[in-house]
């Protein structure tokens, strides 16, 4: 069954007092779905939209954002994302850019200065709990507006500047889904079990972690967002053997010392979005006795195209920690040269991917962005980005590099580098660190000469950061990755600072 035939099977027969989403402790039912659901649909067929027509979210993690995305999917049209994370000039910017014939959002989203303005002639649509009602009519804009065969266009994160759209077609969107939760039970709508989701909506991880276990016919709690307290009351609550993490909220868990037996059903965690040091992998398996399987994916592959899964990570991961894990069935890896060459096993390269996931089909190479080598047993190593590389005067920096240099001094936890713009030499790297919780640094100008001596004796010169700064935090994007835009703003303040004085 494809997606959108699951989904329309949902919303037709689901039991209106079936429990689908968890939200503040508090059930809302399929019932509650198919309210947004008859509304919205009625709204959009009354107004002329035909199969595909674009229809833009601002999303916010609540139950009836998830309603709109399971009746976009059901009834053949197309969801574009906008983020309700953002400040609201930024998501002005989005909805004008996106050019959209109608917008969904909550009366809080809506009432941002600008948001209203920036629509022009689009329709516009309060989203409650009990569905949508029009607040502004449609203008010039033609509702014919459409993309046949997609599914979502989703933003990508942002981290290293404006966020990208990304295209996902019915395809690709029904094998990502299918790939990573079971089929749709055949003699019954629904499964036992709770789905924990604390990413963002607006991110592939929290898109995927609500609209997979209800595919699935599971049932999800949803979280504005991760807070230590209320997530381990639903753990405690909800018993889940799997969920997911960033790394990010794993640092958390340990830093603050939650008690393995609130954890005790947990058997594995999955994480993604950023690279998970393997020490805290193993700090994980040794506090809590629970695996942390890392994910491998990016959002023009519709979600993960590597991974770990606990039995490989029993065998494993003693000989490759570190590792992105093996290619998902249906999916094939390989390092190819500049010229698309494959340059086989135990070589680096730039990393090209083959799937039915990808937006150029399943018989094409796909080359990404990523420094890669594949090992004799399959396994995936990501070294880096090659459009990360930072070119100072001639010679490539790689970030990572750096950034691995820095976080081995005890007190840093966290390292983060940057391209500067410069003159001069183009670019030159500068860095920020976020400090672990028990270290105890009175001066940081001192922290940040002992950093720049350990770079000046481990890195060539031209690797060496002109400026670090000590943040309390790094700057993060909603999906939790350090967002390179905001690192070089506070990285350029100090640096301002550091000359006045």
Excluded at 38 to 51: E, I, Q, V
Excluded at 54 to 59: A, E, H, M, P, Q
Excluded at 184 to 190: A, G
Excluded at 369 to 381: H, N, P, R, T
Aim: glycine share 8%; hydrophobic share 40%; proline share 7%.
């Amino acid at each position: 069954m494809d997606s959108r035939s699951r989904f329309r099977q949902l919303l037709d027969e689901a039991p209106t007092d079936a429990e689908a989403i968890e939200f503040e402790e508090q059930w809302r039912t399929w019932g509650d779905l198919q309210s947004i659901d008859r509304t919205l649909d009625a709204w959009l067929t009354a107004n002329g939209f035909p199969d595909g027509a674009r229809v833009g979210i601002v999303l916010e993690n609540r139950p009836e954002h998830v309603g709109v995305l399971v009746s976009l999917i059901a009834r053949n049209r197309c969801i574009v994302t906008l983020s309700g994370l953002q400040p609201p000039r930024r998501l002005s910017h989005d909805i004008q850019r996106a050019e959209l014939p109608v917008v969904v959002g909550t009366r809080v989203a809506l009432a941002g200065e600008g948001v209203m303005e920036a629509v022009g002639d689009a329709a516009v649509l309060e989203l409650s709990v009990d569905g949508v009602r029009e607040v502004k009519g449609l203008g010039e804009v033609r509702p014919s507006d459409s993309s046949p065969g997609v599914i979502v266009e989703m933003l990508t994160s942002g981290t290293t500047g404006p966020p990208k759209r990304v295209l996902i077609r019915e395809r690709q969107f029904d094998t990502a889904i299918t790939s990573s939760v079971p089929a749709p039970p055949t003699d019954t709508l629904f499964r036992r079990g709770v789905t924990m989701v604390v990413t963002p909506l607006v991110h592939i991880g929290g898109f995927w972690g609500a609209l997979g276990p209800l595919y699935a016919g599971r049932r999800v709690c949803l979280m504005r967002k991760f807070e230590l307290e209320p997530w381990v009351r639903a753990v405690e609550r909800h018993r889940p053997r799997a969920t997911g993490l960033v790394p990010a909220l794993l640092r958390t868990i340990l830093t603050e010392k939650v008690p393995a037996e609130k954890l005790r059903s947990i058997e594995v965690v999955t994480t993604g979005t950023t690279a998970c040091p393997p020490e805290m992998i193993d700090q994980f398996l040794e506090v809590y006795g629970i695996r942390v399987l890392p994910t491998y994916g990016a959002t023009e592959f519709a979600g993960a195209v590597a991974y770990w899964t606990k039995t490989m990570h029993e065998k494993w991961w003693t000989s490759k920690a570190g590792s992105a894990g093996r290619a998902i069935p249906g999916v094939t890896l390989r390092v190819a040269d500049d010229d698309g060459v494959d340059l086989g096993q135990g070589r680096s390269g730039r990393l090209e991917i083959r799937t039915a996931q990808s937006p150029v089909g399943p018989d094409e190479w796909l080359r990404t962005s990523d420094l890669a080598m594949i090992d004799a047993d399959g396994f995936l190593w990501i070294q880096g980005r090659a459009d990360d590389a930072i070119v100072r005067g001639g010679f490539k920096v790689h970030p990572d590099t750096v950034r691995k240099v820095l976080e081995s001094h005890p007190a840093v936890g966290e390292a983060a580098v940057a391209p500067l713009p410069d003159d001069r030499l183009g670019q030159v790297p500068v860095a920020a660190v976020e400090l672990t919780d028990d270290a105890v640094v009175d001066d940081p100008s001192e922290l940040v000469k002992e950093l720049l001596v350990r770079c000046r004796e481990q890195l060539l010169p031209y690797e060496v950061p002109v400026h670090v700064s000590v943040l309390p935090e790094l700057p993060r994007t909603p999906s939790s990755k350090v967002s390179r835009v905001e690192l070089l703003e506070s990285v350029a303040r100090d640096m301002k600072r550091a000359i006045a004085v």
